[in-house]
């Protein structure tokens, strides 16, 4: 299952961070964050809840990047 | 700006508003006796004011072991700069640093909005009608099978078959041309057109995701996602090169000091120095920025790039294979001539067309036209298509073969080679030749033009592959001013023959092919790049091709290699411009020639140099 979020971040190297980050969270199977549309395309493990996870992921990105937002 | 960017505007002006009048009196431009506490915890106001945010996330940064970001280089930098004694130095950099984040920040998303304006086909809502009476709805919402009404001067919201109304429509967002397209009632639209004149009341066939502007602007969208090789060597290229600056700035400060331990504070304020420099961002920021205004830029003109990877390909084509048929003339057959008919002309034209009704390639509906009448399907039967050959079928019981010579041949029916251009089709009716059908195609008006623009832009070998006999390749070859063509090729052999052509590319030089994208999946997949054409609304298209041209013209081949060629050669100079910048100045600091104003200028200036670059990647007008 994949979805799209819309994010919020204040450069292309935090933009990276994110989506290292959000990578290697539990649950996802892959992440794309293009910094250039400001959006973040996660892939999520099958079985796994895409509204729990995204916590955990928006959790995870804060402790990389204070700033950032994602809009769940 | 934003409600961030207009907080640090603030907090940038009152830290230099402190800030001048101290540097005044540090420097002794004006007289004024101060206590050397005084002025640093002076300058400290300033220097926290700019920079707190940067200490907070240095900090963090280490509780996460995520050192090494740029916020703790600056940190070190700035705090080194200021335990050493330079005030002055310590807070103009966090200054000047917060100064380019600014800039950064507003820049990318005025870039943002520039590229995304370029592409605005998303419509903002539709008019539903319910009950007699029209309703502003999100498109989002409005399930298939409404009916709505699009106005003079809106965009059409979603595909949909026209109920009432004649109008024209313009596909320009969607093509990059202005072009009207006559619409009546039964004819299919588009969303993402914009209705000239008439009122048009429209049934929707498709939801808003589906529909072909939320495809084009999703496909544009994701296209950032696929990362070009530049970017991901420039991700990893970041993710040496600031920890290798940094242990170079620690032996810059710990080195030179065992030698001569008298300077060791000069050390120390080269290697703080150093580590200004060596934030990554002008290249983080400038690369990914340049395919984006690049692919936004070719969107804008019909062209859309399914990923910056394809844009990097795209401008080493030295080697473009394309189809014929579709391609470089026009699809439209007509019947020309029927020569040495065994029976009367309409007749012939009657089996023939009968034979082929299962068949939607141009040729069959050329036929269907001829006839004049839909085929009754219920007096074929036992159709089976010999690919690269033709058909045989059963009509009225009757067995018709319509096909090449091959098929003629195979079928043992002898037959009149005809030496007319075209496309020849044999018939043999109940085993016995009677006759053939000549069907041509025209070249498309910008073809060869279309050709000799590809050789302009530097491809060495252009190539034609069809299906067709000899004689019209030939032909349509010499229209085009090709001498390099393959004839009677089945589709199978059109693999092979990418293939070969992959073969004879030099290092470095990749080949593309187009097509029409709906025979020619295999082929568009094996090539380097694989260009549709023509593929307005065709979602099959879209789906196999790398490039897809929104209209059929041929010259939007040459167009898209060379806004690809600039968007490259735009990337490689930021490349080598902020390498080249950074190197030199590190080597200056570390002999001793540079000093901190010299670094912020070299980082801050460079990051605005490249994103002002990577900008002109969206002018792409005139190529």
Known sequence: MKKTYQIDVDCANCANLMEETAKKTDGVKNCTVSFMTLKMKVEFQDGADASEVMERVRANCRKVEPDCEIYL | MNRKQKTLLLRIVAAAVFFVPLYLISEQFVSAQMPPAALFALFLLPYLLAGYDVLRKALLGIRNRRVFDENFLMTVATLGAIVLGEYAEGAAVMILYQVGELFQSYAVG???????????????????????????????????????????????????????????????????????????????????CVNMHGVLKVRTTK?????????????????????????????????????????????????????????????????????????????????????????????????????????????????????????????????????????????????????ECASSHPVSR???????????????????????????????????????????QRLGVPFRPCHHPGTILHMGVGGAYAGHIVVSDELKDHAPEAVRQLRRAGVEKIVMLTGDAEAVAERVAAELGLTDYRAGLLPADKVRCAEELLQTCKPGQKFAFVGDGINDAPVLARADVGIAMGALGSDAAIEAADVVLMDDDPLKIATAIRIARKCLRIVRENIVFSLAVKATCLLLVAVGLGNMWLAIAADVGVMVLAVLNAMRCLAVEKL
């Open chain 2, 366 to 408: 050329s036929l269907q036209t001829a006839y004049g009448k839909a085929p009754d399907r219920n007096r074929v039967d036992n159709v089976r298509e010999h690919p690269g050959e033709g058909v045989t079928a059963n009509v009225d019981g009757v067995e018709i073969a319509v096909g090449n010579e091959k098929l003629m």
């Open chain 2, 110 to 192: 005025k870039s943002r909005r520039n590229i995304t304006a370029l592409m605005d086909i998303r419509p903002d809502y539709a008019n539903l009608e319910v009950g007699g009476a029209l309703r502003r709805t999100d498109p989002d919402e409005i399930p298939p099978g409404s009916v709505i009404v699009v106005q003079p001067g809106e965009k059409v919201p979603l595909d949909g078959v026209v109920l009432d109304g004649h109008s024209s429509l313009n596909t320009s967002a969607l093509t990059g041309e202005s072009a009207l397209r006559d619409v009546a009632p039964g004819d299919e639209i588009l969303s993402g």
């Open chain 2, 207 to 355: 939801e808003f995701d589906e529909s072909t502007a939320s495809k084009v602007l999703d496909l544009v969208e994701n296209a950032v996602a696929r990362k070009a090789k530049s970017e991901t060597f420039i991700a990893k290229f970041a993710r040496y090169y600031t920890p290798f600056v940094c242990y170079a700035a620690l032996a810059l400060a710990v080195v030179p000091p065992l030698f001569s331990p008298a300077a060791w504070g000069t050390w120390i304020f080269r290697a703080c120095t150093f580590l200004v420099i060596s934030c990554p961002c002008a290249l983080v920021i400038s690369i990914p920025l340049s395919f984006f205004a690049g692919i936004g830029g070719a969107s804008h003109r019909g062209i859309l790039v399914k990923g910056a990877n394809y844009l990097e390909t795209l401008a080493d084509v030295r080697v473009i294979a394309f189809d014929k048929t579709g391609t470089m003339t026009k699809g439209s057959f007509n019947v020309t001539g029927v020569h040495y008919p065994s029976m009367d002309e309409s007749a012939l034209l009657e089996y023939a067309a009968h034979a």
